[in-house]
């Protein structure tokens, strides 16, 4: 076996890091497009409710906004550096890149349930807080007309960016825990484990 055999990178380190590369680009995808279009979002829901008949300040009184802002980006720019953390630490083929993975990626994929449990159930959150409010300008507005105006204010696509978006992440995860099981990668960490 020669210097350059022992020293070569196993394809499954590389599958493995950048399934989570491709995954922290996926978990910021909408967040950013969010930021990008949060003002025509607010200013959508905003007329929506002066077309419902109330004051579009009663959103503001309850501190509802449909409008991304930069602190929603906090948790996703977060995870999308850990997973380039856990890539780059395995692309290196660093044992602590193997643990963290097997760690972060399960998260990863429970907390993208989560979020998309919490999209579908917009409408009946929605309708709740406002039923809630104790204000009966909001208990009157109808929840669906509402998130139905500011989803309108994305671009057309969006729905196709949520779909590759649950692709990448899922598929990601599955992919980045099979390639870090795999007999190559196991090789890899176990020889960096040594050579550290």
Not at 60 to 69: K, Q
Not at 120 to 148: C, H, I, M, P, Q
């Amino acid at each position: 076996m020669t210097a350059a055999t022992t020293s070569r990178r196993p394809r499954a380190l590389t599958v493995a890091a950048f399934a989570q590369f491709a995954i922290a680009l996926a978990f910021l995808s909408i967040p950013l497009l969010g930021l990008v279009f949060g003002g025509d979002v607010q200013a959508a829901a905003r007329a929506e409710v002066a077309r419902q008949g109330q004051d579009p300040a009663v959103l503001a009184e309850h501190g509802l906004a449909f409008g991304e802002t930069g602190k929603a980006l906090i948790v996703p720019v977060a995870v999308a550096a850990l997973l380039t953390l856990t890539g780059s630490l395995t692309l290196a083929a660093k044992r602590a890149g193997r643990v963290l993975a097997w760690i972060v990626l399960p998260l990863v994929a429970l907390g993208n349930i989560a979020i998309m449990a919490s999209n579908a159930a917009v409408v009946e959150t929605l309708g709740k807080v406002f039923a809630d409010s104790g204000d009966a300008r909001l208990a009157a507005l109808d929840a669906r007309g509402l998130v139905d105006a500011a989803f309108a204010a994305y671009p057309a696509w969006l729905p196709a960016l949520e779909v590759a978006r649950a692709v990448v992440i899922f598929g990601g995860v599955l992919v980045g825990l099979v390639a870090i099981s795999a007999r190559g990668a196991r090789v890899a960490f176990g020889r960096g484990r040594k050579g550290a």
